[in-house]
C-alpha cells in the first residue's frame, strides 16, 4: 500500500516507460492548469495526484493479462483512468465515452498534445455509441452497478475483462446485487487506498 506521493510515483514508474512518465509529468501540469478553468477533479486531489489519479489508473493494468486490449473507459472526465492509461501504453488501443462537451474538449487536447492516435474518444453520451467488442470495460466513478451494466454489457464477450473501481463502497456494492452478478465478480483491493476496492469480472453480465 502506498502513503505518499513518492511512493505512488515509484509504483508508477514499475508501469510506464520512462518516455511515459515525462509525458504523465506532463499531463499532470496541464490538468491543474485546465482545473482552472473547469472541474475535472477536486482541487485538493492535485495535491496527492500521483496516488489518486495516476496510479489509481495504472494500478488497473495489473488485473488483466499483459497487453490485453482494446480498453472502453465509461464517463472518462478527466481522462481518469482512459486518458492516462492510454498516455502510459501506446502499444494498446483505448476508446473514451464522454457526454459533457466541455470535458470532450479537455480529452481532445490532451490526446492532440501527445498525438495518442491509439485513443479514440466518443464525445456522446455511452446509450448513442455503436456497440464494438470490448477486451477490457472500465469506469471509475461512472454508475452504480445496476446501471453501469445494463449500459455497457453490449460492449461485452463471454472473453471480456471487467475492471471497475469503486472506491470504499465496492464490496458492500456488490454483495447488494443479484446472485448472478455476485457469482461473476470479485473485490480487489486498490493499491492505492486499503479501504477501496476493484470489482473484477470476466465475460458477459447476465441481465434481468
Ligand atoms: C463523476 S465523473 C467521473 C469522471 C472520471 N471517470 C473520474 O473518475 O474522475 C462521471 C463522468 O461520466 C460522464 N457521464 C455520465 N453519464 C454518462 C453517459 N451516459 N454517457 C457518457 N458519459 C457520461 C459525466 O459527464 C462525468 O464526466
Given amino acids: 500500500m502506498m502513503d505518499n506521493e513518492e511512493q505512488a510515483r515509484a509504483f508508477c514508474d514499475e508501469r510506464a516507460d520512462a518516455s511515459a ?35 489509481d489508473s495504472l494500478q488497473l493494468l495489473d488485473h488483466v493479462p499483459r497487453g490485453t486490449s482494446p480498453w472502453l ?24 465515452v464522454e457526454s459533457r ?11 492532440t498534445e501527445f498525438g495518442l492516435s491509439h485513443c479514440s474518444i466518443h464525445g456522446s453520451r455511452l446509450e448513442l455509441v455503436e456497440s464494438h467488442e470490448m477486451a477490457v470495460i472500465t469506469a471509475r466513478a461512472f454508475a ?18 471487467w475492471v471497475l473501481p469503486k472506491g470504499r463502497s465496492g464490496a458492500q456494492e456488490l454483495k447488494e ?20 476496492g476493484i470489482l473484477i ?4 453480465p447476465p441481465l434481468g
Avoid: C
Fill in 21 to 55: 512518465m515525462l509525458r504523465l509529468d506532463r499531463f499532470i501540469a496541464m490538468l491543474a492548469q485546465e482545473n482552472n478553468q473547469q472541474n475535472l477533479v477536486s482541487n485538493s486531489s492535485l495535491n496527492f495526484v500521483w496516488q489518486r489519479h495516476i496510479a
Fill in 73 to 96: 473507459d465509461l464517463g472518462s472526465g478527466a481522462g481518469i483512468p482512459g486518458l492516462i492509461l492510454a498516455i502510459a501504453r501506446p502499444d494498446m488501443q483505448f476508446v473514451l
Fill in 101 to 111: 462537451r466541455k470535458r470532450v474538449e479537455w480529452l481532445q487536447q490532451v490526446k
Fill in 144 to 161: 452504480p452497478m445496476p446501471k453501469l451494466l445494463n449500459l455497457s454489457a453490449r460492449f461485452s464477450t463471454r472473453s471480456t475483462y
Fill in 177 to 196: 446485487q443479484p446472485e448472478a452478478i455476485q457469482k461473476m465478480f470479485h473485490v480487489e483491493q486498490s493499491a492505492t487506498d486499503g479501504e477501496a
Fill in 201 to 204: 469480472g470476466t465475460g458477459r
